[in-house]
């Protein structure tokens, strides 16, 4: 994979490695054309973001372990879908 920038133009750094996240699981909000969701927007999660997500239709706080999500608690970090982003 090609070398990704952040909006200041410099490399991107982990996002979060425990829990491992982003859309290749490389810790980064890394994306390409397979990307659908466009997980590039990396957060610290809240128990106030995690509820609204929650009753907005986006569990994150149920792990898959089919997709290898472990189900988010406030303070952990993870790549978002832009898209949903703008949503909220």
Same mark, same amino acid.
């Given at each position: 994979?090609?070398? *990704?920038?952040?909006?200041?133009?410099?490399? %991107?750094?982990?996002?979060s490695?425990?829990?491992?996240?982003?859309?290749? $699981?490389?810790?980064?909000?890394?994306?390409?054309?397979? !990307?659908?969701?466009?997980?590039?927007v990396?957060?610290?999660?809240?128990?106030?973001f %995690?509820?609204?997500?929650? *009753?907005?239709?986006? !569990? &994150? %706080?149920?792990?898959?372990? *089919?997709?290898d999500?472990?189900?988010?608690? =406030?303070?952990? $970090?993870?790549? &978002?879908? =832009?898209?949903?982003?703008?949503?909220?």
């Amino acid at each position: 994979m090609e070398q *990704q920038y952040n909006i200041f133009g410099e490399p %991107l750094i982990a996002c979060s490695n425990q829990p491992l996240t982003g859309f290749f $699981r490389d810790g980064c909000c890394n994306t390409d054309g397979t !990307d659908f969701g466009v997980h590039t927007v990396c957060i610290v999660a809240t128990d106030e973001f %995690l509820d609204f997500s929650f *009753q907005t239709g986006n !569990d &994150l %706080l149920t792990p898959v372990p *089919q997709w290898d999500f472990p189900g988010l608690k =406030a303070g952990d $970090r993870w790549c &978002l879908c =832009a898209e949903k982003c703008f949503i909220y």
